[in-house]
């Protein structure tokens, strides 16, 4: 299998020179993804919010690779402020509970935007049957 690359067809990435994933065989690497809601180009303002737009963006990405959220094994989160971790963790427990892969959590001083509270990048591997 090839080296394929996946866009959500913003000019940043052209810009800036990355791809929302890249699809290498049997992995899935999906680059840090914030919490906008892609539909309306809005930002939610809570914490909550943007972790699940983060995964739902990610689940989209690793659906248009031929992966499924199960096939995550590893999970990198980067939040803003120590006190998101507990809203972040919920989130991440709702959506990776079953799945459990390997995951880093860490608190920044800032992403990109103001706005922006968390971070969040995984790594697929496409199960064999």
């Known amino acids: ?20 994933a890249v699809i290498d065989g049997d992995f899935a690497f999906v680059a840090g993804t914030t919490g906008y809601d892609y539909a309306t180009m809005a930002m939610p303002t809570d914490v ?3 972790s699940r737009n983060c995964f739902k963006t990610i689940e989209a990405t690793l659906k248009e690779g031929g992966f499924t959220m199960a ?6 989160y980067y939040v803003t402020d120590a006190k998101y971790i507990d809203e972040h963790f919920k989130v991440c427990g709702e959506v990776l509970g079953d799945i459990r892969p390997a995951a880093t959590l860490l608190v920044v001083t800032a992403l990109a935007k103001p706005e922006m509270k968390v971070e969040i990048e995984v790594t697929a591997k496409r199960r064999v049957p």
């Open 48 to 50: 909550t919010s943007q």
């Open 71 to 76: 096939d995550i094994v590893r999970a990198t």
């Open 1 to 20: 299998m090839s080296r394929r690359l996946i866009s959500t067809g913003s000019p940043l990435e052209k810009t800036v020179g990355y791809s929302r």
